[in-house]
C-alpha cells in the first residue's frame, strides 16, 4: 500500500502538511473515542488535502482526466470532490467511506456516514486551528459526534456569512440534520460554554 505520509510530504508546503498531521491526529482521537474505524479515518485524514495546493488548471485537468466536470462551488472546495474522484487511481485506495470522507470534509453533506463526519469535524478543530471558539468546538468533540458536526457547521457558516462568500446548500442541510440528532442534555451543555465565552 501506497505511503500517504510520504505523498503528502511530496506534494504539500510545510504549513500545509502541518494540518494534515494535525487533522490525522484529531482524527484518530475522535475515531478511538466513537468507535469508528481508525484505518479508514487515518486514511481520509491523510488525503483529504493532497490537492489544496493544485491550481484551477491542474484541478481542471485532473477532473478532465477522470472524465467529468469541475465540481459545484468556488475554486477552494474543488480539491476534495476531484481527490474522491482520482483517489483509486493516484492512491490506490477504493474505499467508499474514505472517498465519502475526502469528496464533503469542506462542505459537509447531510447523509455523510461517521468517517466523513470525522474528518468534517478534524479538519476544524485539529490542534492548528487558532479562530474565536475553536476551544468550544474542540470541547463539543468530546460530548458526542452529533454535536460537534452540529456545532463545527454553525462555525462554517457563520465564516462564510461574515465574509459573503456563496454557501453550498448542503451544507445548511447537514447543520439541520446534525442539531436534529443532538441530545437535549448535550445541547443545554454547549448553551452553558456559549454563556461562559461570553
Request: charged share 25%.
Amino acid at each position: 500500500m501506497i505511503d500517504l505520509e510520504q505523498e503528502a510530504k511530496s506534494r504539500l508546503s510545510p504549513s500545509r502538511l502541518a494540518h494534515v498531521r494535525g487533522v490525522v491526529e484529531a482524527s484518530m482521537d475522535l475515531a478511538q473515542r466513537y468507535a469508528i474505524n481508525g484505518e479508514k479515518a487515518r486514511q481520509a485524514a491523510w488525503l483529504h488535502d493532497m490537492f489544496r495546493e493544485l491550481t484551477q488548471s491542474q484541478l481542471e485537468k485532473l477532473a478532465h482526466l477522470s472524465g467529468t466536470s469541475v465540481p459545484f462551488g468556488p475554486v477552494p472546495v474543488w480539491h476534495g470532490p476531484i481527490c474522491a474522484m482520482r483517489m483509486a487511481q493516484d492512491f490506490f485506495i477504493d474505499d467508499e467511506d474514505v472517498k465519502e470522507a475526502v469528496k464533503w470534509h469542506t462542505v459537509g453533506h447531510p447523509e455523510m456516514g461517521d468517517v466523513a463526519q470525522i474528518l468534517y469535524v478534524a479538519d476544524a478543530i485539529e490542534k492548528g486551528r487558532s479562530f474565536p471558539f475553536v476551544d468550544t468546538l474542540r470541547a463539543a468533540s468530546q460530548i458526542s459526534l452529533p454535536l460537534a458536526v452540529a456545532t463545527v457547521s454553525d462555525a462554517s457558516l457563520e465564516h462564510l456569512l461574515k465574509n459573503h462568500v456563496e454557501i453550498d446548500v448542503r451544507t445548511v442541510q447537514l447543520r439541520n440534520k446534525a442539531w436534529s440528532l443532538v441530545t437535549q442534555d448535550d445541547r443545554q451543555w454547549f448553551d452553558r460554554q456559549i454563556n461562559l465565552t461570553n
